[in-house]
């Protein structure tokens, strides 16, 4: 830990400490929509029904509204107080969050609830500098004070007036807040449609919806199995054991799992490096689909792997990803999943349409004819001619529509034609929204281009 570790009471450390030891993994956080319980409000908020006290919560002391932790609510921080959070490093300020979430986990007895919370921001920790601080023990521990009055959705507001903090964390570390068994948007049930076990739809999703996020259990290189094994030995048992019971397409019935047919089947590449490899328990259990209805995304910054759905999903419905580029024609998708232990019997490639197949043909040609060409009104026509294709393949992938816009934007600006450009790099900003989520670092850069002509 670093920033204001040493100036936590001991207590606050030794009890922060214990909940986010080495080597602790987090598992699957489904999450839902995050707005104010009534009668809270964030000073600037744009949420429905806002009110004008920025610092006021709804708590009665009870139950908080969204950690479900037994803490106090009703405490308005004054001018010092408010000083204090806003002259703070990043470091600082989540170290404190660190201990004061800590804490009430212990005392309501509430640990499973705020775990995955609790690594989000020692993670972030652990890459945030401490910077200089001139900060008081006696406002230190005045701050400890009020805080340690707060319902965990104020605290968080109130940390939002920090200026060094990135908004985005402290927004995830609230959506976090609000998962709820009730509400999780999938299951396991142990069976599926057409391969192993796989997810299904709770409930109608929505495009854009975010079902699951995970970080790796193991990351090596593809080639390397005896860096596998020592990273499969060095697991708990029972991680060894979840990892195991995940399929093996390589093993038939007169012979038993491998941890290497595991590895090989499970594996997902690791930011487009082919030979880096990254296992997790829980989305390694979503199916393949050559027309997907769900879409991952690698955040870099809280080291995780998260899926959305791309399209609007009944309940019911199998959730299904993507192995392989699903624009390219059924026989290179074939021969790559091939590598991977199954021949694919999803509809697409059951249906062995044609017509289907040419316009992949096409698709996948202009992946590589669109950033190539010189002639921008030239490259405009083909990503027009992208859309049109994927729109009839029912390819709703958010990340793919994304890129194509994007350069439909540069090629736009290239001409002049500055208002054409301007709708393009907001479509691009939507995708991105729907593929990657509103606080992951591309959605970030395409806002900025976008927020340019927004009128």
């Known amino acids: ?31 839902v929509g995050i707005r104010p319980p009534p009668g809270l409000s964030e000073e600037g908020s744009s949420f429905p029904g806002a009110g004008t006290e920025p610092w006021i919560s709804s708590d009665e002391g009870h139950e908080c509204f969204l950690c479900r932790c037994c803490h106090n609510g009703r405490v308005k921080p004054d001018k010092k107080q408010r000083a204090t959070v806003k002259s703070m490093s990043e470091a600082q300020l ?23 919370v609790l690594q989000a921001i020692h993670r972030r920790l652990s890459v945030s500098s401490a910077g200089e601080s001139n900060i008081s023990g006696a406002s230190l521990r005045n701050l400890e004070k009020v805080m340690s009055k707060m319902s965990c959705q104020q605290m968080i507001f109130f940390a939002k007036k920090n200026p060094n903090t990135d908004p985005g964390l ?12 009730a509400n999780t948007p999938m299951s396991f049930p142990g069976s599926s449609v057409w391969l192993c076990a796989g997810a299904v739809a709770t409930r109608p999703l929505t495009a854009g919806e975010l079902l699951a996020e995970e970080e790796p259990l193991l990351q090596w290189s593809g080639e390397d199995q005896d860096q596998l094994q020592q990273l499969f030995d060095a697991l708990p048992l029972d991680k060894q054991r979840a990892m195991m019971e995940l399929q093996d397409s390589f093993a ?21 490096e082919e030979e880096e490899r990254c296992l997790y328990l829980e989305i390694s259990r979503f199916n393949h689909s050559c027309r997907p209805n769900c879409e991952g995304s690698w955040d870099e910054r809280l080291g995780v792997l998260q899926v959305y759905a791309c399209e609007d999903i009944p309940s019911g419905d199998e959730l299904c990803l993507f192995y392989t580029d699903v624009r390219k024609p059924r026989q290179l998708r ?16 059951r249906g062995a349409d044609p017509a289907s197949d040419r316009r992949r043909e096409r698709l996948w040609q202009l992946v590589e004819e669109i950033p190539s060409c010189e002639d921008p009104e030239e490259a405009l026509d083909l990503v027009r001619e ?31 034609r ?35 002509y927004r009128s």
């Open 334 to 349: 074939q021969e790559k999943l091939q590598t991977l232990g199954f021949t694919c019997a999803c509809p697409v490639c």
């Open 94 to 116: 989540l170290d404190l969050l660190l201990a004061q979430l800590s804490m009430r986990a212990q005392e309501a007895g509430r640990f499973d609830t705020l775990f995955p």
């Open 386 to 416: 992208s859309f049109e294709l994927s729109d009839e393949e029912g390819l709703n992938i958010s990340c793919f529509r994304e890129v194509t816009a994007y350069q439909a934007y540069t090629s736009c600006l290239s001409m002049g």
């Open 1 to 31: 830990m670093s920033g204001a570790a040493t100036s936590l009471s001991p207590s606050l450390r030794s009890m922060a400490g214990s909940f986010v030891g080495p080597g602790e993994s987090l598992t699957v956080d489904l999450l």
């Open 170 to 181: 402290l927004q995830l570390v609230m959506d976090r807040l609000t998962g709820s068994s």
């Open 252 to 272: 038939d019935q007169d012979s038993e799992k491998t941890l290497l047919g595991v590895a090989c089947t499970n594996a997902f590449t690791f930011q487009n």
């Open 418 to 452: 500055t208002e054409e450009a301007g709708k393009w790099a907001q479509r691009a900003y939507e995708f991105s929204l729907k593929g990657h989520g509103p606080y992951h670092a591309t959605t970030k850069i395409i806002s900025r281009h976008a927020s340019r």
